[in-house]
């Protein structure tokens, strides 16, 4: 492995519950990392996982599309902010309990890792340490961070798109950065529909058993 000389940034939004586009998003997400192979790559979700229309998120309370999440290799994932489904505190302990991936809650900041490379992603108003790389959400931003920024911030991002943003290092500037979407061309990843169809099942079977509970 040759000197590190960029980091990746992939990230994503608003999935609102459909599972059913994850498969090809993680098909969409697999390419832009092959692309990137030379590089660290931090793969992040900005939040509105779930929406209340959504009958698996009512069914576990806000969970299922994390678990999901977890299983494409998310390095992390945003709850809070101006999500549109809060996660009840107590399923958000469960939750926690069976991920690998770091829930990073709204307005707080966290370090992540890969390769010995260490950046810190900033929520909301999160004071980040000044010494260190560092990435900040707003979601109210719609658009891509700008070429040459050396703080960039992370937007939002429609349904069904990847955001693709090269970081040079160790200078840790903003070199380009793209939007990507999946279409009906993009083939749907087997491992991840079977993950898909197993989280659902387990929806079914905890709202039929919340159901016959006296």
């Known amino acids: 492995m040759g000197e590190i000389r960029r980091v990746t940034l992939l990230y994503t939004a608003n999935v609102q519950g459909e599972l059913a586009l994850l498969p090809r998003l993680f098909t969409l997400a697999q390419q832009q990392r092959r692309a990137a192979a030379d590089s660290p790559v931090f793969l992040l979700d900005l939040g509105d996982s779930c929406a209340l229309s959504a009958w698996v998120c009512q069914a576990t309370h806000g969970r299922a599309p994390f678990l999901v999440f977890d299983s494409m290799g998310y390095d992390a994932a945003l709850i809070g902010g101006g999500e549109r489904v809060p996660i009840p505190p107590s399923a958000l302990r469960r939750l926690v309990a069976n991920l690998v991936m770091p829930?990073?809650?709204?307005?707080?900041?966290?370090?992540?890792?890969?390769?010995?490379?260490?950046?810190?992603?900033?929520?909301?108003?999160?004071?980040?340490?000044?010494?260190?790389?560092?990435?900040?959400?707003?979601?109210?931003?719609?658009?891509?961070?700008?070429?040459?920024?050396?703080?960039?911030?992370?937007?939002?991002?429609?349904?069904?798109?990847?955001?693709?943003?090269?970081?040079?290092?160790?200078?840790?500037?903003?070199?380009?950065?793209?939007?990507?979407?999946?279409?009906?061309?993009?083939?749907?990843?087997?491992?991840?529909?079977?993950?898909?169809?197993?989280?659902?099942?387990?929806?079914?079977?905890?709202?039929?058993?919340?159901?016959?509970?006296?």
């Open 103 to 214: 829930i990073v809650v709204w307005n707080r900041a966290r370090t992540l890792q890969k390769r010995g490379v260490e950046i810190v992603l900033a929520t909301g108003n999160a004071p980040a340490p000044a010494h260190m790389p560092m990435v900040r959400v707003d979601r109210t931003r719609e658009t891509l961070p700008a070429i040459g920024e050396s703080e960039p911030t992370l937007g939002d991002v429609p349904q069904g798109a990847l955001a693709h943003v090269s970081m040079s290092w160790p200078d840790w500037r903003v070199q380009a950065a793209t939007l990507h979407t999946i279409s009906a061309q993009t083939p749907p990843d087997p491992t991840i529909a079977a993950v898909v169809e197993l989280v659902e099942e387990e929806a079914r079977a905890y709202t039929q058993r919340e159901d016959t509970t006296p």
